[in-house]
DNA sequence: TTCTGTCATGGTAGCGCTATCTTGCAATCA
DNA sequence: TGATTGCAAGATAGCGCTACCATGACAGAA
């Protein structure tokens, strides 16, 4: 019994670890094997609903939690998802991340940025993708439209999903809401204030959505058999400044509008700024409206009636395809893309109103 | 020899994973342990540089990567730190979250978001965080500044950096700029331009970078010998419409100023609305300044001299001032709250200039 | 009854890495 | 000279979970 004495003292309680509760834990205490166990926390089917419940019961009791990194070493591997971004300070950029970053932790994938400026070659690009393990790729405005882009994306096969396109890919996915639909019901509502001239800031012209936002425009009129005055439509580009010369064009046209539809938010600020110029009032001289819900809308004054795409949920659905689609890839299913749209929500601020009588 | 018939047929090679290069391909190219390896990859002492060398070169030539899984189930637990926010349209947002996503990667941590508006109790939110393992909590404002939530932070022993607070906490960290001295430059600027009667819009008089901010601008005044002039100071309160009312009053006011720093960006765009609506050309009859470099102050046109915040670098510093913390803290040492300042940048553009002549 | 299925559950073996201990060997000390 | 250090490197044992069988029980089919 040589071997009892003072020994290096093993310590095999506990090395590392905080001491949360782990899976073998609950299995333990509900009695069942950490299998068992499992099955209940990834909702798989085979568990009798008993077990189930005293299972879950406990997880309850205990607060468990499972830890993300076993279960994605065991599981076989991670997914990692890059969001593309062109543009730090897009307006959209942050509600984006918010609602992407969200998901991941729900999904158990891990998020990655990649940066992605017009020097680079788009198969260089891609080939750092595939470098740095990425499944999937979101890509949000404008490089969901780079032609090059997503043509080196899919001959790598790598998953994809446009967010907010007008244009949207054969082989991508894509979530977006309906451009045409949303500046047709601005329309509709502006419409419906009594107005009849009403005057179309256009988007630029590179960007799909441009044209469709023009069409819901000109739809509702035609439905409203007002007809088309090509005055009444300006050439934009999304910039603020081009709203500035687009505001000015239109207002000091021969029959000036009693309401301007700008495609974006930063021009139809700009118009505000031009109509304050002119000494006219909004709404009372002169309805605004935007599209896109901006931070901008609700900076200036009077707050802007606008379009509201929902980011946030758009995020959600595209983290959730990516990972459908990636984990069928890699099971070497074919995964058909899908192709989404969302509600959009008219928000109506103080932009807006009654035509003046005169 | 009767068990060489069919069996099973054990897959032994490999079941799960993608077969990514490991370490211990590494390892077994470079015909060392897969210790050593993991040594070189984690930069620790006791190798000798030769094999450090030869271990780098497989390194590359296999373009081996850590899995990050494997690395925090084996390294004990993974760092989370929560990201608190309560303002979701924020500008500086979306490049706080671009800063601290990229650090939490390179630092192997993981980054939860945590939403945080008012109507819950710090408390109840705080234990929200400990019940999710959240090791430590990044604070932008104007989070950073709420007594209550600190208090409750504190309590828990929480780590937290504030960020861009004008009011550092005794016991969290701090990562800001010096907003005085940003004021100061601001105003020196100005003056040098020739300005003499230069208007401010002071910001929220909760904030305590408000304060500094008008103390830098008085600063400067008098260090040029020009008199104060209470008459040329304006209360805002960080808001556009607040700016707007600010501006009026200041360009409505018997000795108008040639020029106006305004607090922040939206307050500064508003004193540039104003100014058009006067008939005043920015920056020949009027000079305007902002502060923060957020979106707005490209939007707009002219577009805004103002003074840029490295956010997403001090996201990053952020980041690793919290591993640290979180670190000391699991392995029961006391950690100083350490507060770092950052250089500020002055952004030129074109919204100021010389002083009229007349 | 005996043979299949089917289904709830358990056992085993890692996923890729690191903590901890151990070994080998040369330099240093008594 | 042997004992002691110091340091590079290896061996071992998991981290917490899940994939992939294996098992046993009980159903219906033969």
């Known amino acids: 019994m040589g071997d009892e004495i003072s020994q290096p003292a093993k310590p095999r309680i506990s090395r590392r670890g905080r001491g949360s509760t782990t899976l073998a834990d609950v299995a333990r205490e509900a009695g069942v094997s950490p299998m068992t166990v499992s099955r209940v926390v990834n909702g798989e089917p085979n568990v009798v609903a008993e077990t189930r419940q005293k299972v879950q019961a406990i997880i309850r009791s205990l607060s468990y939690v499972p830890n993300p990194a076993a279960r994605s070493l ?11 971004h062109s543009n730090p300070s897009a307006a959209y950029l942050s509600e984006l991340l918010l609602g992407s970053l969200a998901e991941a932790g729900a999904c158990n994938v891990e998020l990655t940025l990649e940066p992605c400026f017009g020097a680079e070659k788009a198969a260089v690009l891609v080939a750092r993708l595939v470098n740095h393990r990425i499944d999937a790729v979101l890509l949000p405005p404008p490089l969901c439209e780079d032609p090059a882009l997503l043509q080196a994306l899919q001959d790598a096969a790598m998953p994809m999903v446009q967010i907010a396109t007008g244009k949207t890919a054969l082989f991508a996915h ?12 601005m329309t509709v509502r502006l419409i419906g204030q009594g107005h009849r001239r009403i005057g179309f800031i256009a988007g630029d012209s590179n960007q799909t959505s441009s044209g469709l936002r023009r069409l819901g425009y000109e739809r509702a009129l035609s439905e409203a058999d007002i007809a088309l005055d090509p005055s009444l439509i300006a050439a934009g580009d999304f910039t603020y400044r081009s709203g500035l010369a687009a505001a000015e064009r239109l207002l000091t046209c021969e029959h000036p509008p009693t309401a301007i539809f700008a495609s974006n938010d930063d021009m139809a600020a700009a118009s505000l700024a031009v109509a304050h110029k002119f000494g006219l009032d909004v709404p009372r001289d002169l309805s605004i409206c935007g599209f896109d819900d901006t931070a901008m809308a609700t900076t200036i004054w ?10 946030a949920e758009m995020a959600q659905q595209a983290i959730r395809m990516l990972t459908e689609a990636a984990r069928a890839r890699l099971s070497g299913q074919e995964d058909a893309p899908r192709k989404e749209l969302f509600d959009f929500a008219l928000i109506s601020r103080g932009s807006d109103g009654a035509p003046p009588r005169s």
């Open 74 to 84: 065991a599981g076989g591997h991670q997914l990692r998802i890059a969001l593309l």
């Open 174 to 185: 894509a979530v977006s809401i309906d451009d045409e639909a949303a500046a047709h019901a």
């Open 302 to 311: 009077p707050e802007l009636t606008t379009i509201r795409q929902p980011i």
